[in-house]
Nanobody, 122 residues
Framework: QVQLVESGGGLVQAGGSLSLSCAASGRFFRINAMGWYRQAPGKQRELVATITRGAITNFADSVKGRFTISRDNTKNMLYLQMNSLKPEDTAVYYC????????????????WGQGTQVTVSS
């Protein structure tokens, strides 16, 4: 039982910056890997960046050098700092998380937020 709520989306000009946040709440033992995904109209959802609980990161080639993913495990928060934004970055951005329900072990569960709109004008 994990709820994910994204915030920080909006309208910005090309070359500008935006910072997204994702707050996790509910009943769980621990959140493991987390990530940001995005989906533009008429296109499939694609990976933007992922981060492990130990802060190991991975980025899509299209955002390397421009985006930064981070997390605060004590606050159950996930962040995405987006710089040098381009019109092709326009999409709904989704927060994703894998969690473990019991301290006794067992399989992970996968959760998604409802998304936040990012629009970059040219």
């Amino acid at each position: 039982q994990v709820q994910l709520v994204e915030s920080g989306g909006g309208l910005v000009q090309a070359g500008g910056s935006l910072s997204l946040s994702c707050a996790a709440s509910g009943r769980f033992f621990r959140i493991n890997a987390m990530g940001w995904y995005r989906q533009a109209p008429g296109k499939q959802r694609e990976l933007v960046a992922t981060i492990t609980r130990g802060a190991i990161t991975n980025f899509a080639d299209s955002v390397k050098g421009r985006f930064t993913i981070s997390r605060d495990n004590t606050k159950n928060m996930l962040y995405l700092q987006m710089n040098s934004l381009k019109p092709e970055d326009t999409a709904v951005y989704y927060c994703n998380a894998h969690s473990v329900t019991s301290p006794h072990g067992g399989p992970e569960s996968n959760y998604w937020g409802q998304g936040t709109q990012v629009t970059v004008s040219s």
